[in-house]
């Protein structure tokens, strides 16, 4: 029963070539505002060779915020905002975690994931995550700065 399921999901999840992983090689400062932070908390990068696409490799990219609120009143935060800025381009995710309210002294966990077909992008190759306009509060979106990463030393 349960041993088979873990087991199995394990199994399933197999093609991963690294396990979620405490913290990054290197992460800017969270980005602050208005007693709005958003740090990078958790990783998970991994390149495979796209069986389809013999001249592109595939990343896959999933990174945890933690948002938190010291603000003096709600906000919303909408990970599907996001954006990873990598090898010129903007990249919006794969998919995310749906938008949330965080109360004013809370926070939250979101997690973002990036599927990417580009040969120029490895788990070894500083980029940053775009959060400006994730989150807001009432109808006004904060500005805030992208936060830089290093997700790994090696090209996984």
């Known amino acids: ?5 873990v087991f199995s999901s394990v199994v399933a999840a197999g093609g991963c070539s690294e396990a979620w992983s405490r913290s990054f090689v290197r992460t ?3 980005a602050n ?3 709005v932070s958003v740090a990078l908390v958790e990783r998970q990068c991994d390149r495979r ?3 389809n696409w013999s001249y ?3 990343l896959g990219l999933d990174i945890q915020m933690l948002v938190t609120n010291s603000a003096g009143s709600a906000l919303t935060f909408d990970p599907g905002k996001v954006r990873l800025l990598a090898d010129g381009e903007a990249r919006a ?10 109360p004013s002294g809370g926070s939250k966990t979101f997690t973002v994931h990036f599927l990417e077909r580009d040969d120029n ?9 775009a959060v400006d306009g994730a989150a807001s ?6 500005p805030l700065r992208p936060v830089s990463f290093l997700a790994s030393n090696t090209d996984i």
């Not at 992008?121 to 995550?129: G, Q, R, S, T």
């Open 1 to 5: 029963g349960w041993t088979a399921l």
């Open 28 to 30: 800017d400062f969270p």
């Open 33 to 35: 505002q208005g007693g």
């Open 49 to 51: 060779i796209d069986p």
């Open 56 to 58: 592109a490799d595939i």
């Open 93 to 102: 995710p794969h998919r995310s975690d749906a938008s949330e309210p965080i």
């Open 121 to 129: 992008l490895a788990c070894n190759v500083p980029m940053a995550l």
């Open 137 to 142: 509060i009432g109808s006004s979106p904060l």
